[in-house]
Nanobody, 123 residues
Framework: QVQLVESGGGLVQAGDSLRLSCAASGRTFSNYAMAWFRQVPGKEREFVAAISRRGSYIYYADSVKGRFTISRDNAKNTVYLQMNSLEPEDTAVYYC????????????????WGQGTQVTVSS
């Protein structure tokens, strides 16, 4: 079992930056691929970014490429999402997730999820 706790969300203005953190506990963090997803009420959960176990492979959704950066610190059992140039369309609850497989853009590959952190971007 892996427990994931997100933090760092909040209310910002368009063009601002935020850094989300996801702290993991319970199992060896470096055994898991990690990802960030987001969800707006009434819509499906959307892939944002993923990072392999040692950070060698990174994937982004087209909508955030060039603005968001995913990273991980295996010594701190933490994955990060640096979000720059935020847009109102980025408003959502952001979830981190862990996968024992290689990780992918599909939410169904991820076995463990955090409770989410709200990001609101005003125009």
């Amino acid at each position: 079992q892996v427990q994931l706790v997100e933090s760092g969300g909040g209310l910002v203005q368009a063009g601002d930056s935020l850094r989300l953190s996801c702290a993991a506990s319970g199992r060896t963090f470096s055994n898991y691929a990690m990802a960030w997803f987001r969800q707006v009420p009434g819509k499906e959960r959307e892939f944002v970014a993923a990072i392999s176990r040692r950070g060698s492979y990174i994937y982004y959704a087209d909508s955030v490429k060039g603005r968001f950066t995913i990273s991980r610190d295996n010594a701190k059992n933490t994955v990060y999402l640096q979000m720059n140039s935020l847009e109102p369309e980025d408003t959502a609850v952001y979830y981190c997730a862990a996968a024992t497989a290689y990780g992918s853009r599909s939410q169904y590959e991820y076995e463990y999820w955090g409770q989410g952190t709200q990001v609101t971007v005003s125009s």
